[in-house]
Nanobody, 125 residues
C-alpha cells in the first residue's frame, strides 16, 4: 500500500501563490506517475496536472497551463504543485494521486490507484 498526505493548502487572495506538497510513504517503489486533481463545490473532480516518473514528462489542464507547475523530488518521495496567479475559480479541494503505470492518459482519474485525503485551497477575490 501507498499513503499520500497533502499539505500547503490555505486561503490566498487572487493573484497570489501557494505551493502544495504531497508526501508518499509505504510501497513507494511501486509508484510511477503522480498527479493532482481538484474538486470545487458542486462540481466533479477534475484533472489539474501530472508528472510521469520514467520520463519526467508533465501534463496540465488547459485552465492551469502557464500558472501551475508540477515537480517531483524522488529522494523525498514528494510531489509539489506550485500555483501562481491564483484565481477565485481555482478554489477547490486539491487531491494528490499516484499510480504504478505511465500509459493510458495522465488525466484519467480512474487510472490512479492511490489518493490523498485532500487539502483545501480558497482564493478570495
Amino acid at each position: 500500500q501507498v499513503q499520500l498526505v497533502e499539505s500547503g493548502g490555505g486561503l490566498v487572495q487572487a493573484g497570489g501563490s501557494l505551493r502544495l506538497s504531497c508526501a508518499a510513504s509505504g510501497r513507494t517503489f511501486s509508484i510511477n506517475s503522480m498527479g493532482w486533481f481538484r474538486q470545487a463545490p458542486g462540481k466533479e473532480r477534475e484533472f489539474v496536472a501530472a508528472i510521469i516518473g520514467d520520463s519526467g514528462s508533465t501534463y496540465y489542464a488547459d485552465s492551469v497551463k502557464g500558472r501551475f507547475t508540477i515537480s517531483r523530488d524522488n529522494a523525498k518521495n514528494t510531489v509539489y504543485l506550485q500555483m501562481n496567479s491564483l484565481k477565485p475559480e481555482d478554489t477547490a479541494v486539491y487531491y494528490c494521486a499516484a499510480r504504478p503505470g505511465q500509459y493510458g492518459g495522465a488525466w484519467r482519474e480512474a487510472l490512479y490507484t492511490y489518493w490523498g485525503q485532500g487539502t483545501q485551497v480558497t482564493v478570495s477575490s
